[in-house]
């Protein structure tokens, strides 16, 4: 179920010990191409990679990271094993998740799929705090892009657990106790969603109800975590309104909410080392927010 890997000092595990959730059987095989960017694309067995701090430094937070690529494929290195060890360094762990992307040809519901990781992500890693010295309540969630998609479903989708399960990561909470978003697709209203990402997930031709409910503006609940959003005013790929809106139904919601806009950035610029701008300030603000959060 879990192996470590002695060049990334890591824990990969599996996500689900046993039959994967909406999974058909074929041919079809995961592919990972190193293009500047570490793209994956076509995941079959849904995983996550632990980077824990050391012990000394650990400060009991975890965030499982969902690299973002538009549910076609995942900006793995980029918006993923990067920020985990950057998180690392602050002492907290980070958990990259190696989601499914939608598939008409390898699931049998694909709009359901990257949701159902998100959350047994989060079971998973809860069942296995204290193993890896976290805090059971100081796990979040974050998502760049289409990945910010995902990580806000999952702070607006969630449930408490199934304390009669006989299996015992069933049994946790999938709720993430805050949440991260980096340029996130939040909406999939057609006047201004990131086309690419709603037609990977639910298609061209949607039922309403699911545009609604992956619209995550309109799925915010009072139990929806404490979040820390951070977006760029040029951003022609997903446009700064899916924050804007996000922003509002938190605050509308009195769900403490910290946003950070930039005036340059345009898109998934990540820890954003190679670039200029204030963009550049976004990890030290979030590690800040994320050292008073209650």
């Known amino acids: 179920m879990g192996s470590v890997s002695a060049q990334n000092q890591s824990l990969i595990m599996d996500l689900y010990p046993g039959e994967i959730p ?3 059987v074929t041919q079809v095989k995961e592919v990972s191409k190193s293009e500047g960017i570490v793209r994956i694309s076509n995941v079959q067995t849904p995983q996550i990679q632990v980077f824990l701090p050391s012990k000394s430094s650990a400060n009991g937070q975890a965030v ?19 920020i985990a060890k950057w998180l690392n360094s602050h002492g907290i762990a980070g958990i990259v998740l ?7 040809i390898t699931q049998t519901s694909p709009h359901l799929v990257p ?3 998100g959350q047994q992500a989060i079971r998973l890693v809860r069942h296995h705090a204290e193993e890896w010295n976290i805090d059971p309540d100081k796990i979040g969630i974050m998502g760049f ?5 995902l990580a806000s479903t999952l702070g607006t989708h969630f449930d408490s657990g199934n304390p009669g399960s006989d299996d015992p990561i069933l049994q946790q909470s999938c709720r993430p106790d805050f949440m991260i978003l980096g340029y996130p697709v939040i909406s999939f209203n057609e006047k201004f969603t990131h086309i ?19 619209s995550n503006e309109e799925q915010i609940r009072s139990d ?7 977006h760029s005013q040029d951003d022609t790929g997903v446009p700064v309104k899916h924050s804007l809106m996000f922003y509002e139904g938190l605050v509308a919601k009195k769900i403490p909410v910290e946003m950070h806009l930039y005036p340059l950035g345009q898109h998934g610029y990540s820890l954003s080392l190679n670039k200029e701008g204030t963009q550049k300030d976004w990890p030290n603000s979030c590690i800040n ?3 008073h959060l209650q």
């Open 145 to 149: 892009s289409a990945g910010g998609h």
């Open 115 to 117: 949701m159902s990781d």
């Open 22 to 24: 909406f999974q058909k």
């Open 289 to 291: 927010w994320m050292k």
């Open 98 to 104: 190696k989601y499914r992307l939608p598939s008409a």
């Open 224 to 230: 929806t975590p404490p979040t820390f959003i951070f």
């Open 196 to 214: 690419g990402s709603r037609n990977s997930l639910i298609g061209k031709t949607p039922e309403a109800k699911w545009v609604n409910y992956f």
């Open 64 to 82: 499982i990271i969902c690299p973002g690529g538009g549910y076609g494929i995942l900006a793995y290195d980029w918006e993923g094993t990067d």
